[in-house]
């Protein structure tokens, strides 16, 4: 039984080896579809906000706002990357706001910090903007007040509650006017430098990457995936009789489901082998550009990269597999590996970074193979050992092997009856 296995193993490979043109055509289309997804969200996405970035003008009466309220606006990353901020006279930010120069002009009175600390209504600021009246900008640009007016009056009850415990444990007015001026710097320092106080989370969905790193892993899972379309011929034969003279042979459905797994691999293999083979002569030849797209200057960066990615190929093999096993016929299993692979795609990710699809969708998504395999990817171009992940795609692609064997012997003993 070995030396037929053997056998049968050969002509599966062959087999294979006859698709390798099909298959690499459609992966190419496919390739050309993720490139035009990519370059056209990066350009949405990013340049888009450097261009309609709103114009504000900022009428700093209070002394203190004039050396603080700017570091603390332009401090805000997610709100530079809508708003620009201009410092101006009200005289000038009305005028400008009257000629279209400014999109909105806030002004801060002469006491607004000392009536925030003092919670006092006199140190309320004043958004003047017709264009942007009632808008969700005029809302984001409100909260953005908000929020720092809440971390001062936050910072004015900690200086007051401290000062408090001082003067009941008999400190000397000298000492706690040293005591008020020390914690006002310290906490006006927390408010401009709000990282210092909390923690941030990346919500972008691409996992901090830029979206062309991103899209390139997703690609290569969302590849690998469809790529299975050209299998067909391979994994799905509507006759039955090579099957039943196998049987007759040893040759039974863990034999069957284990060479035609091992087929599959193989092809995976040879296009993620040529994934990798072309980004190694791109570091060659121009290694500016590995470093630009994918932060990428050694070798050994870009072979952890691949050698981390390998457990992505077993994972999905067993899910191409397990789909056309499930098909009642060839075509049945092209149509069903397509639509699983789309929803797949979608839920966890692949197509539209994940950030930006419903909760629940996202709920859903996160424990989707297609999520694993998007995480290992991404682990491995930000040369990150994800060792939970790895072995989360290790138990998946065995789970899915072993239910396709027992799917096919189950077949096997229904037809057999």
């Given at each position: 039984m070995g030396r037929l296995f053997r056998h049968f193993l050969f002509l599966e490979g062959k087999r294979a080896w006859k698709i390798i043109p099909q298959y690499y055509l459609g992966t190419a289309l496919l390739v050309a579809l993720f490139v035009v997804v990519t370059l056209t969200g990066n350009t949405v996405l990013n340049d888009g906000e450097k261009k309609d970035a709103v114009s504000i003008a900022l009428v700093m009466n209070d002394p203190y706002l004039k050396n603080y309220g700017m570091d603390v606006l332009q401090s805000a990353s997610s709100a530079t990357s809508i708003f620009s901020f201009i410092e101006t006279t009200e005289e000038e930010g009305r005028r400008g706001l009257s000629d279209g120069r400014y999109d909105g002009v806030m002004v801060f009175p002469e006491n607004f910090v000392d009536g925030v600390f003092g919670d006092d209504s006199v140190g309320a600021a004043t958004?003047?903007?017709?264009?942007?009246?009632?808008?969700?900008?005029?809302?984001?640009?409100?909260?953005?007040?908000?929020?720092?007016?809440?971390?001062?009056?936050?910072?004015?009850?900690?200086?007051?509650s401290a000062l408090f415990v001082a003067e009941q444990n008999g400190v000397d007015n000298v000492v706690r006017k040293r005591m008020q001026a020390e914690l006002e710097t310290k906490l006006a320092d927390r408010v401009i430098n709000r990282e210092q106080s909390f923690v941030t989370e990346d919500a972008s969905g691409t996992f901090g990457q830029t979206l062309i790193q991103y899209y390139f892993c997703a690609g290569i899972v969302m590849l690998l995936m469809l790529g299975g379309v050209a299998c067909g011929t391979l994994l799905k034969s509507d006759a039955r009789s090579l099957e039943d003279q196998l049987a007759m042979r040893g040759i039974g459905p863990l034999l069957l489901a284990t060479a035609r797994y091992l087929a599959v691999l193989v092809l995976f293999f040879a296009f993620y082998l040529t994934v990798f083979g072309a980004l190694f002569v791109v570091w060659l030849r121009w290694p500016d550009v590995t470093e630009k797209y994918f932060a990428i200057t050694k070798f050994r960066e870009l072979w952890f990269w691949f050698v981390s990615g390998l457990p992505v190929l077993l994972l999905a093999a067993a899910i191409v597999l397990l789909v056309y096993t499930l098909a009642a016929n060839q075509i049945g299993g092209i149509l069903l590996l397509f639509l699983v692979t789309l929803l797949m795609g979608y839920a966890s990710g692949c197509i539209v970074p994940s950030a930006y699809l419903p909760k629940a969708v996202r709920s859903v998504g996160r424990h989707l193979p297609t999520a694993t395999m998007l995480h290992v990817s991404v682990g491995g171009l930000t040369q990150i050992a994800d060792k939970a992940g790895t072995w989360l795609v290790l138990a998946e692609a065995a789970t899915g092997f072993a239910v396709t064997a027992a799917l096919m012997k189950w077949n096997r003993w229904r037809a057999q009856r």
């Open positions: 958004m003047y903007s017709p264009k942007m009246s009632n808008s969700l900008n005029q809302a984001l640009m409100e909260g953005i007040v908000e929020v720092g007016t809440n971390l001062l009056g936050a910072s004015a009850a900690y200086v007051n």
